[in-house]
C-alpha cells in the first residue's frame, strides 16, 4: 500500500471514484462513482450489457480501468493481481457458474479457504505438522458453512453431477468460505426457480445478517432487488443513471426510461 | 431384584457410569460432518452445566420442563439436568401443531421450555397465551434467531458462557436439590397421543424407569458395548427408554443422526447393535428396497429372487437354530456372501444384534423378511403406562403374529371380555392432573388396563393382540367385528398404506383405503400409468383392481377363522387423499383416529352401506404451512 | 563477400525447405480453423503418402510380411511396377478414404470435447498411422523416385556464377518441389478465399453455430479438409520422400510444421507461410552461423526453441488475433 | 458384494480424509505392500526384474510425475523423454564426478536439478495453454536431447557417445552396474516409487494440490479466489519435473545402466509416459501406476506371443504395437477419458452398492 490518506466517510467499506474501462476503442464504463457501506446490500442493476459484470470485474481486480481510482477500507487501492485482491478478502460468485468441474462440493469450498493456507511444501509432501493441522482447521470453517448452506448431504459429490440450482448455491460456498468483507455476487439467481430463489434470498439476508458481510450484486429480478438492497445504483451504456434508496430508484425517470429503451 | 432394592435415579446411574465408564463415548451425534463424541465425563459436565443454568433462570423443584426438537445429545442432557434439580422433563412431540403443543404447555404448566431450533421457538411463542406460566425458553442452535427479543429467550451459548458465574452462585443449590432427589420421585412425564381426546400426561417416576430398563436389559443382556440410533420422537416412552432408560442403566452409547434427511446414511455409519423401529420404518425400508432391486440388470433381480426364495425357506429355522439338511445350509451360506451380507450391509442393519418393532402388528412376510436375512428382529408389546414393557419374544421364541411372553417382572391376566390386563414395577404413577381416567385405567391393587382385546396361546404361553378392546365390537348378526385386525391384516400389502374398516352392528364389513403412493407410484411407472396427483392416482380403475385383488385375499384368509368370518369385506373405496395427521386423522405416532374418520367422512360411509356405486366429497385438508383449503372428488365403491 | 554468397546460397535453400514447411503448415491450419483440431498427426500423413505412394509404386504387396508370417509364404512383390500416374491417383484415393475413416470414427465421436482431448486423439492416430502404414509397406527405408528433376541445376549454377564468380548449389528437386509448392499455396489460399467450400470452412472456424444456421454440415466440412490435409500431406511427402529417401524421420520433419504454426498463429494462413518461410531461412542460416561452434545439427531444435521464445512475447503468434478473457 | 461398511464412521477430520477411508480398501492396500516388499523380492529373477518389475516401477515413477503436470494442473507436455534425460545425465555426472556420495543423494539431486530446468521450461505457460504449451514443450524434448547427444562434457567426451553407470552400493549392496542383484534393482525402484507416490498422495489431497486442480479446472476463477497461477503452475512444473527426474535417473543408473541420448530418452518416451496417464487415468494416483503396467506389459505379452509362441518378425510386433497402441488411445479418449482407474472406481461403486444396481 503506497497511500495511506483515510477517506473521508468512515462507515464506507469501499469507494468508487470516476472509474472509467475501455476495451480498444470500446467504453465498456465511463466515470463511475458510487460507494459500498459496512455491512449493507448494494445492488448494482441496468440493462443487457449495461456494463455491470464489468463493474464488478474492476472491483476485484479482474480488469483494471484507465482512469478512476478505487478506495478499500479507506485506502486507496494500487494496481494489484486478482489473487492478490482476493487476499484483501474480495469474493465473488460468477454470472454463469464458474465452478471446479472436477472436484467435490467439499475441495471447492476448501479451495475457497486458499487465502488462508500457508503451509509449506514440505510438511504437504510429508501431510505433517501445520499441513495437517491447516487442513482440518479450515475443514472445520468450511464444514460450518455446509452447514449454514443446508447442503450436508452433497459434501462429497463432484459438482459436475449436481443440478443447476445446488451449484449456485455451492459457489456462495465457496465464496463464503474466504469469510469475505465484500461479497460480490453477479446475478445469483438468474435461471433458478421461485423457491429456489427464495433459499438464495434466505441465504444472502443470513449472510448479510449473522456475518455482517457487505453484498455488492447484480440482479434481472426487480421484485427481489427491492426486497434484498438497501441502495442500488444504475447503470445504463457504461454511465451511471441514478444511485439511492430502491423506491427512489424505481421511480426515477432515468431508470424508467433506460428500461424501456428510450433512446438518449 | 425390584426396583426399591435397586433404589436408584437417572442421575445415580449417571455419576455411576462416570465412575464405570468415565472415558467410555456415552453419546455421539453427527455434525460438521463427523461424529462428535462425548464421554460419560463430558455427559456429566455438560448436565451440570444446564442444571446450574436452569437454577440461574429459578427453575423450582416440581416444576415442568419442556423439550421440543430432534434427538440431539444436549436435549437428553436437558432432559436429565431438569431431573438433576428435581423439575420435571416433559418432552414434546417436535412435528406437532402449534395448539397441540399449547395444550400441552399449558396442561403441564411448563415454565421453561427447551427448544432445537427456531421453528420450535416461533410454534412455542405462537401459544403463549395458552401457556402462561411459561417464563423462559432455552434454545440450541442460533441460527435466525438473532433478532429476537431476548429478555425472554437463552442460547445454550450463553448458558456455557455463565458456567463459572452459575457455579459459585448455585453451586451449594444443585448439590442441595440433588440431595433431594430421591427413586419415587418423578422421573419424567410424557403425553400419550390419546386415540380419542386431548393427549394425557403419564407420570413415571425413576423407579419406574430403572426397573423396566433393568428388567428389558438384562433380558437382552445388553451390555456397555452396545450401540443404539436415536431417531425415534424424543416425546415417545420408547425413546426414552432406549435412549436414557436402557443407555444409562447399560452405559451404552446413543448416537443421533445429522438430520432427518440423512438417517438411513447414519444409520449405516454407525451401525447400531441394538435397534428399535415401528414396523412402518421396517416397511419403508422393504419396500425401497425391493424398488431398487427393480431397476437391477436380469441376472442380478434373478440371482436375488433366487436367494431370497431359498431364505424364505431356510433363514427364520437357521436363525432359530433348528437342523437344516446340508445342501440348504450350503446354499444359504452363498446366499449370505451374494445377497443377505451385502443386502444388511446397505440396509445398515449388519450389526444388529437385537432388534425389535413394536406399537402395531407388523406384516408377516416382512418380518420374516428380515429374519430370513439374519436380522434377529423381534416383537414386543408395551405401553407408555408400563414404561414400555409388558410382554416381550425371547430369542428363539420369535412368531410374527404373537408377542411373546410376559417380561420379567410383569404380571398379565386377562378379563372375560378379552381385554389384557398387567401389573409391573414399571406401572406408571398417575395421569397428570386427571384423577379420573387414572382410577379407570389402574385399579387399586395396582392392575392397569391396556384396553387391548388378545389372548394366550396355550401351546407357547405367547400373547396374541387381537385389537384395541373398545374396537372389538359385534355385527349385526353378533358375530365377532375386529376392525384393526383385518386393518392389519390389509395393510401388510405394500401397496396399501392405511385403512379403516367399518362394521359395528351392520350387517357386513366395508372399508375406507388409502393407497401407498410410494409403492403404487412406483407400479405405476413401471406400466406407464400416467397421474398428475394422488387424487388421479387413487382413481385409476386398474389401481382399484388391485386392492381389489388383496382384499379378497384377506377375506380368503378371514373365512378360515371361525369367529372372525364375520368381518370379510364386501364393499370398499379408495380415498382421494392421504389421512394425514396435521388433519387430526392420525395421531403423531401415525395410529387412526377411528372415530374422527367415521364423523368426517360419514358422507362416504352412508355411500358405502346404501349401495350406491359412487359418491361426491368435498375435504377440508391443511397444509404444512398451516394454511386450510378443501378439495372435493367422486369416489368409485367396489364391490368384492 | 564470399561468406555472405554462401549465406545468401544457405537461405535460399532454406527458403524452399521453408516452403515446404509452409505448406504442411497449411495442412494443420486448414483442419485446425474449421474442426478446431490441432492435427499432430499431420506430419505422420506426410509419411503415410511417401510410404503409399512407393509402395504402390513399386507393387509391394500390402501387408506382405504379416501375409508371409501368417501363412509361412514368401511373397516378394508382385514384380511390376505400377505407372507412377496410377499410383498417385491411388495414394491421393487412400489419403481421401483416411479422411473419410477418421471423421467417421474419431471426429464424430468427440464432438465438442476439450480441444486437449482431440490433440491427444491425433497423436493416438498418429501412433497408429506410423504403424499401420510400416506394418502395411514395410519398415525398411525406401527410394522414392516419380521422375522429379534431381541434382545440382546446372543451368543455375553456372548462371550465379556469371554474375557473382561463384556458383550457387541448387538441386533441382529443391526447385521443382518450391514451385509446386508456391502454386499449391496460393491455390489452396484462393480456395479458401474465393470458392463457396472455401468460404463456408471459415464460416464454421469464425463459428459452429453461425455455419450451422446457414446450411453447411460440419461433417462434410470436416472431410473436406482433412482430405485437403492429405492432398498435402501427399506433395510434401513427394517431395521429401525423394529428397531424403521414405523414413520415419520423415514424420519429424514434417513436425516442424508446429512451431511454424506458432510463429504464424494457429488461425491464419498468412500466417502459416510467412512462418515457414522464417524457419526455414532462420534455421538453416543459424545452423550455418552458430551451429558449427555448438555442434551443428541445430535444425532439430531451432524452429521450436524460436517459437517457444516468440511465444513469451507474443502468445497468439505474428498473425493470430489477441484473446480478451471475459469472466 | 464385499463391501461391509456398516460401523465404519469417522469422529475426526483426519479420519474423513485418509486415502483409504474404506476399511477393506485399507486392507486390500495393505496386502499390496506386504507382496511388494515381501514376497516379490525373495522370487524375483532377472528376467522379471528386467522385463516387467524395474521398468514398471520406474515408468511409474515418470507417469506419477507428468500425471500432476497434467492430469492435476492440466498443462499438457510433451517434453518428459528431454526431462527425464536431463535427470540421466545429471546423475551420471553426480556419479562421476563424486564417486563417494551416496546412489540415493545422487539420484534425489538428480531430480531437483530437473526440477530447475522444469521451472525454466515451464515459464511460457504462463503465458501460453493448452496445446500451444504443448509444442513449446516440443521445444525442451528436442533442444535437451541435442544438448545431450552434441556437448561431449555430458558423457564425458566417451568416444561412443553413451553413457555407463558406475557401480554404486547402498548398505553394501549393489545397486547399479552390470554385476548387481534383480532383487537389489527391483528394491531400489520400488522404495522410490512408493516413496514418491505416497508424496504425490499428499500433495494433491493437500492446499498445493487444490491450487493446481482450480487452475486445471477454471483458471480464472482460481487466480480470483486467489489462486497464484504462477505458483501454481510453476510449482507443478518443477514438482512433476523432480518425480520425471528421478524417473530418468532410475531410468539409466538402476534399469538400463547404458544410455544413448536419441534413443533412449527420444520423443516417443514422452509420449509413451502420456499414455501411460491417458490409459491409467488423468489426475489419479493409482491410474498413473495402472498405466505404467499396461503400456510395460503390453509390449511384452505382445512380443511372447507373437515372437515367442508364434515366431513371426520382431518387427511386425513392434509395428502392431503402434497400431494398438495408437487405437487403445483413441478409443479410451472417446468412451473413458478418466481411464482405467475411473472404471475400477466404477466397478467398485458397483460393489459398494450391492446388491442394488445404483
Redesign the interface.
Known amino acids: 500500500m503506497n497511500e495511506t490518506e483515510v477517506t473521508d466517510k468512515v462507515d464506507t467499506l469501499m469507494d468508487i471514484k470516476k472509474v472509467t474501462l475501455r476495451f480498444g476503442g470500446v467504453k465498456a464504463l465511463s466515470d463511475v462513482s458510487f460507494n459500498i457501506k459496512e455491512s449493507e446490500i448494494r445492488a448494482i442493476i441496468g440493462p443487457n450489457g449495461a456494463g455491470k459484470s464489468s463493474m464488478l470485474n474492476v472491483i476485484?481486480g479482474?480488469y483494471t480501468p484507465q482512469e478512476g481510482e478505487i478506495w478499500f477500507q479507506g485506502k486507496r487501492r494500487p494496481k494489484l493481481?486478482?489473487?492478490q485482491i482476493?487476499?484483501q478478502r474480495i469474493?465473488?460468485t460468477?454470472q454463469n457458474i464458474?465452478?471446479?468441474?472436477?472436484?467435490t462440493v467439499l475441495?471447492n469450498m476448501?479451495?475457497?479457504?486458499?487465502?488462508y493456507?500457508k503451509?509449506g511444501?514440505l510438511p504437504?509432501?510429508?501431510?505433517w505438522g501445520k499441513?495437517?493441522r491447516?487442513?482440518?482447521e479450515n475443514?472445520?470453517i468450511v464444514e460450518r458453512i455446509i452447514d449454514f448452506l443446508e447442503i450436508q448431504h452433497i459434501r462429497k459429490t463432484p459438482v459436475g453431477m449436481l443440478p443447476y440450482g445446488l451449484q449456485k448455491r455451492v459457489e456462495l460456498g465457496?465464496a463464503l468460505a474466504?469469510e469475505p468483507k465484500l461479497l460480490l455476487l453477479d446475478e445469483p439467481m438468474a435461471g433458478m426457480n421461485n423457491e429456489e430463489k427464495e433459499d438464495m434470498c434466505r441465504f444472502i439476508l443470513d449472510v448479510n445478517e449473522e456475518l455482517g458481510t457487505s453484498i455488492a450484486l447484480i440482479e434481472h429480478d426487480m421484485g427481489v432487488v427491492m426486497d434484498l438492497a438497501d441502495r442500488v445504483v444504475v447503470i445504463d451504456h457504461g454511465e451511471k443513471i441514478a444511485d439511492g434508496l430502491p423506491d427512489q430508484v424505481r421511480n426515477d425517470q432515468n431508470v424508467i426510461d433506460a428500461y424501456l429503451g428510450v433512446a438518449h | 431384584m425390584t426396583s426399591e432394592q435397586l433404589n436408584l435415579t437417572i442421575p445415580d446411574l449417571l455419576d455411576r457410569n462416570v465412575q464405570k465408564y468415565g472415558q467410555k463415548i456415552a453419546n455421539?451425534e453427527k455434525e460438521f460432518?463427523?461424529?462428535?463424541?462425548w464421554t460419560w465425563q463430558d455427559v456429566k459436565e455438560g448436565v451440570e452445566e444446564i442444571a446450574l443454568g436452569y437454577l440461574s433462570l429459578g427453575i423450582q423443584e416440581g416444576d415442568h420442563i419442556a423439550v421440543l426438537g430432534r434427538n440431539r445429545p444436549r436435549l437428553y442432557w436437558s432432559m436429565v439436568a431438569a431431573q438433576w434439580i428435581g423439575a420435571v422433563p416433559v418432552p414434546i412431540y417436535q412435528d406437532a401443531v402449534g395448539d397441540e403443543i399449547g395444550y400441552v404447555l399449558g396442561h403441564c404448566e411448563a415454565v421453561l421450555a427447551v427448544a432445537g431450533d427456531q421453528e420450535q421457538v416461533d410454534k412455542i411463542l405462537e401459544q403463549q397465551e395458552k401457556c402462561k406460566a411459561l417464563q423462559q425458553i432455552v434454545y440450541l442452535d442460533p441460527r435466525g434467531l438473532r433478532k429476537y427479543d431476548h429478555s425472554r429467550l437463552h442460547s445454550f451459548a450463553s448458558i456455557h458462557d455463565n458456567l463459572a458465574e452459575n457455579k459459585d452462585r448455585f453451586g451449594e443449590e444443585l448439590i442441595r436439590r440433588r440431595k433431594a432427589l430421591s427413586p419415587e420421585k418423578i422421573c419424567v412425564m410424557l403425553y400419550t397421543s390419546g386415540t380419542t381426546g386431548n393427549p394425557k400426561g403419564v407420570v413415571l417416576s425413576h423407579d419406574n424407569i430403572i426397573a423396566a430398563s433393568k428388567a428389558s436389559s438384562d433380558f437382552d443382556s445388553l451390555s456397555q458395548k452396545e450401540?443404539v440410533l436415536a431417531y425415534l420422537p424424543m416425546a415417545w416412552v420408547g425413546d426414552f427408554i432406549f435412549s436414557i432408560g436402557q443407555a444409562y442403566w447399560s452405559g451404552f452409547c446413543v448416537n443421533c443422526p445429522e438430520s432427518s434427511q440423512t438417517m438411513m446414511h447414519d444409520l449405516?455409519?454407525?451401525?447400531p447393535s441394538y435397534f428399535f423401529a415401528p414396523p412402518r420404518v421396517f416397511e419403508s425400508l422393504l419396500t425401497t428396497?425391493m424398488i431398487?432391486?427393480e431397476?437391477?440388470?436380469r441376472t442380478?433381480r434373478s440371482m436375488?429372487q433366487y436367494f431370497m426364495q431359498h431364505a424364505r425357506k431356510v433363514g427364520v429355522p437357521i436363525m432359530t437354530g433348528e437342523k437344516v439338511s446340508l445342501m440348504d445350509l450350503i446354499i444359504y451360506r452363498a446366499g449370505e456372501?451374494?445377497?443377505y451380507?451385502?443386502?444388511?450391509?446397505?440396509l445398515?442393519?449388519?450389526?444388529v444384534r437385537v432388534g425389535y418393532t413394536a406399537g402395531e402388528a407388523i406384516g408377516p412376510e416382512i418380518f420374516d423378511f428380515y429374519r430370513s436375512i439374519g436380522v434377529n428382529l423381534k416383537q414386543l408389546y408395551g405401553q407408555t403406562e408400563a414404561s414400555v414393557f409388558i410382554t416381550i419374544q425371547p430369542d428363539g421364541e420369535v412368531e410374527a403374529d404373537s408377542v411373546g411372553i410376559a417380561c420379567p417382572g410383569v404380571e398379565i391376566k386377562i378379563d372375560d371380555r378379552g381385554e389384557i390386563f398387567y401389573r409391573s414395577p414399571g406401572t406408571f404413577i398417575e395421569y397428570y392432573k386427571n384423577p379420573e381416567s387414572t382410577n379407570s385405567t389402574k385399579d387399586k391393587d395396582g392392575w392397569v388396563a391396556t384396553g387391548d382385546a388378545g389372548f394366550i396361546d396355550e401351546s407357547n404361553g405367547h400373547l396374541k393382540i387381537i385389537d384395541r378392546a373398545k374396537d372389538v365390537g359385534k355385527m349385526a348378526n353378533g358375530k365377532l367385528f375386529a376392525p384393526k385386525y383385518v386393518e392389519n391384516k390389509l395393510k401388510f400389502f405394500p401397496d396399501i398404506l392405511e385403512t379403516v374398516v367399518f362394521g359395528n352392528g351392520r350387517d357386513y364389513c366395508t372399508a375406507v383405503i388409502n393407497i401407498d403412493l410410494i409403492s403404487v407410484g412406483n407400479w405405476a411407472e413401471r406400466h406407464n400409468v400416467v397421474y398428475s396427483s394422488y387424487q388421479e392416482l387413487a382413481g385409476h380403475p386398474e389401481v382399484y383392481d388391485i386392492i381389489h385383488g388383496y382384499i379378497q385375499q384377506v377375506n380368503e384368509d378371514l373365512a378360515k377363522d371361525e369367529n372372525l368370518s364375520g368381518c370379510r369385506v364386501k364393499r370398499f373405496l379408495i380415498l382421494h387423499k392421504e389421512l394425514d395427521a396435521d388433519d387430526g386423522e392420525l395421531t403423531r405416532t401415525r395410529k387412526v383416529r377411528r372415530r374422527v374418520v367415521e364423523d368426517k367422512y360419514n358422507d362416504l360411509v352412508t355411500a358405502l352401506y346404501d349401495g350406491s356405486k359412487e359418491v361426491a366429497t368435498t375435504t377440508e385438508v391443511t397444509y404444512e404451512d398451516g394454511r386450510k383449503g378443501f378439495i372435493s372428488a367422486t369416489l368409485r365403491i367396489c364391490e368384492v | 563477400m564470399q561468406t555472405l554468397l554462401f549465406a545468401l546460397e544457405v537461405s535460399l535453400n532454406g527458403f524452399m525447405t521453408g516452403i515446404l514447411y509452409s505448406l504442411v503448415a497449411l495442412g494443420f491450419v486448414l483442419i485446425f480453423k474449421a474442426s478446431g483440431v490441432?492435427n499432430y498427426a499431420q506430419g505422420v500423413m506426410v509419411l503415410f503418402a511417401a510410404l503409399t505412394l512407393v509402395g504402390l509404386q513399386q507393387g509391394i504387396v500390402p501387408f506382405e510380411?504379416?501375409i508371409n508370417?501368417l501363412f509361412g509364404t514368401s511373397i516378394h512383390g508382385f514384380g511390376w511396377n505400377m505407372p507412377t500416374l496410377l499410383a498417385l491417383l491411388l495414394t491421393l484415393l487412400t489419403m481421401l478414404l483416411l479422411a473419410w475413416l477418421v471423421e467417421k470414427?474419431?471426429l464424430k465421436?468427440?464432438v465438442n470435447?476439450n480441444?486437449?482431448?482431440l490433440?491427444?486423439?491425433t497423436?493416438?492416430?498418429?501412433?497408429?498411422?506410423?504403424?499401420?502404414g510400416?506394418?502395411m509397406w514395410g519398415?525398411d527405408v525406401k527410394k522414392l523416385d516419380i521422375g522429379v528433376p534431381m541434382g545440382i541445376s546446372d543451368t543455375v549454377e553456372s548462371t550465379t556464377y556469371d554474375w557473382f564468380g561463384y556458383g550457387f548449389f541448387i538441386d533441382r528437386l529443391d526447385i521443382t518441389a518450391s514451385i509446386v509448392a508456391a502454386l499449391l499455396v496460393i491455390g489452396l489460399t484462393i480456395f479458401s478465399q474465393y470458392s463457396k467450400t472455401g468460404r463456408a470452412l471459415r464460416a464454421v472456424a469464425d463459428d459452429h453455430q453461425a455455419a450451422l444456421s446457414v446450411g453447411i454440415s460440419l461433417r462434410q466440412i470436416w472431410v473436406i479438409v482433412w482430405s485437403i490435409a492429405g492432398l498435402v500431406a501427399l506433395i510434401a511427402g513427394i517431395f521429401w520422400g525423394s529428397k531424403s529417401g521414405v523414413q520415419f524421420s520423415l514424420s519429424?520433419v514434417a513436425?516442424k510444421a508446429?512451431?511454424v504454426?506458432?510463429l504464424g498463429g494457429?488461425t491464419s494462413i498468412p500466417g502459416a507461410i510467412v512462418g515457414g518461410l522464417l524457419i526455414g531461412v532462420g534455421e538453416k542460416l543459424f545452423d550455418f552461423l552458430v551451429g558449427p561452434m555448438?555442434?551443428?545439427?541445430?535444425e532439430?531444435?531451432f524452429a521450436?526453441?524460436v517459437?517457444?521464445v516468440f511465444?513469451?512475447f507474443r502468445?497468439q503468434g505474428l498473425f493470430g488475433e489477441k484473446i480478451i478473457?471475459r469472466? | 458384494?464385499f463391501?461391509?461398511?456398516?460401523?465404519?464412521?469417522?469422529?475426526?477430520?483426519?479420519?474423513?480424509?485418509e486415502s483409504f477411508a474404506i476399511g477393506l480398501d485399507k486392507y486390500g492396500y495393505y496386502f499390496i505392500l506386504i507382496i511388494a516388499f515381501g514376497i516379490i523380492p525373495f522370487l524375483v529373477n532377472d528376467y522379471w526384474a528386467n522385463a516387467v518389475f524395474v521398468p514398471f516401477l520406474v515408468w511409474a515413477v515418470a507417469s506419477l510425475g507428468l500425471n500432476i503436470l497434467t492430469g492435476h494442473c492440466g498443462q499438457?507436455s510433451l517434453g518428459t523423454g528431454g526431462f527425464m534425460a536431463v535427470g540421466a545425465y545429471s546423475c551420471y555426472k553426480l556419479m562421476t564426478s563424486f564417486p563417494d556420495l551416496n546412489i540415493i543423494f545422487c539420484i534425489i539431486i538428480s531430480g531437483v536439478i530437473t526440477a530447475a530446468v522444469g521451472i525454466l521450461f515451464g515459464?511460457?505457460s504462463l503465458?501460453?495453454k493448452?496445446?500451444?504449451l504443448?509444442?513449446?514443450t516440443?521445444?525442451s524434448?528436442?533442444?535437451l536431447?541435442?544438448l545431450f547427444?552434441?556437448?561431449p562434457w555430458f558423457y564425458n567426451y566417451s568416444a561412443s557417445g553413451q553413457i555407463s553407470t558406475p557401480e554404486r552400493s547402498v548398505f553394501g549392496v549393489l545397486v547399479t552396474g552390470p554385476n548387481v542383484q534383480p532383487w537389489a534393482q527391483y528394491l531400489i525402484c520400488l522404495l522410490f516409487a512408493f516413496g514418491l507416490a505416497w508424496?504425490a498422495r499428499?500433495?494433491t489431497?493437500?492446499?498445493?494440490g487444490?491450487?493446481w486442480?482450480?487452475t486445471?479446472?477454471?483458471d480464472?476463477?482460481?487466480?480470483?479466489?486467489?489462486?497464484?497461477?504462477l505458483k501454481a503452475k510453476l510449482?507443478a512444473f518443477a514438482i512433476s519435473s523432480f518425480y520425471i527426474g528421478i524417473a530418468g535417473a532410475l531410468f539409466f543408473s538402476v534399469y538400463l545402466g547404458a544410455v544413448e541420448a536419441t534413443e533412449a530418452f527420444g520423443?516417443n518416451q514422452s509420449?509413451l509416459v502420456?499414455?501411460m496417464i491417458?490409459i491409467g487415468g488423468l489426475?489419479s494416483i493409482l491410474g498413473s501406476f495402472i498405466g505404467a503396467a499396461f503400456m510395460v506389459l503390453f509390449p511384452v505379452l505382445l512380443k511372447n506371443i507373437l515372437v515367442g509362441w508364434?515366431q513371426?518378425?520382431a518387427?511386425?510386433a513392434?509395428?502392431?504395437?503402434?497400431?494398438?497402441?495408437?487405437?487403445?488411445?483413441?478409443v479410451f479418449?472417446?468412451f473413458e477419458?478418466h481411464g482405467l482407474a475411473q472404471l475400477w472406481r466404477l466397478l467398485k461403486q458397483k460393489l459398494r452398492?450391492?446388491?442394488?444396481?445404483?
Open positions: 476485484n479482474f493481481k486478482p489473487h482476493a487476499y469474493a465473488r460468477f464458474a465452478l471446479f468441474e472436477g472436484m475441495d476448501m479451495t475457497g479457504r486458499m487465502i493456507m503451509s511444501l504437504q509432501l510429508l501431510w499441513a495437517e491447516e487442513e482440518t475443514r472445520m465457496r474466504a | 455421539r460432518g463427523i461424529w462428535q463424541s450401540t449405516r455409519e454407525i451401525g428396497c431398487r432391486i431397476d437391477a440388470g442380478k436375488f456372501f451374494f445377497v451380507g451385502p443386502l444388511r450391509n446397505v445398515g442393519l449388519s450389526r | 490441432f510380411h504379416l508370417n470414427l474419431i465421436h468427440l470435447q480441444p486437449v482431448i490433440f491427444m486423439a497423436i493416438g492416430l498418429a501412433y497408429f498411422l506410423e504403424g499401420f510400416d506394418l519398415a519429424l513436425l508446429l512451431p504454426l506458432m494457429l555448438i555442434g551443428g545439427a541445430t532439430n531444435w521450436y526453441v517459437a517457444l511465444l513469451l502468445p478473457e469472466v | 458384494m463391501y461391509r461398511e456398516v460401523g465404519e464412521f469417522k469422529t475426526s477430520y483426519p479420519q474423513d480424509s499438457i515459464i511460457p503465458r501460453i493448452g496445446f500451444y504443448a509444442v513449446a516440443l521445444a524434448q528436442f533442444f536431447v541435442w547427444n552434441r556437448v508424496g499428499n500433495l489431497r493437500g492446499s498445493l487444490r491450487s486442480m482450480a486445471r479446472d477454471m480464472i476463477a482460481a487466480e480470483i479466489i486467489g489462486v497464484n497461477l510449482s520423443i509420449f502420456l499414455f491417458i489426475g508364434w513371426w518378425d518387427a511386425i513392434t509395428h502392431l504395437e503402434f497400431i494398438s497402441v495408437g487405437i487403445l488411445i483413441i479418449l472417446i477419458p452398492l450391492w446388491p442394488y444396481p445404483h
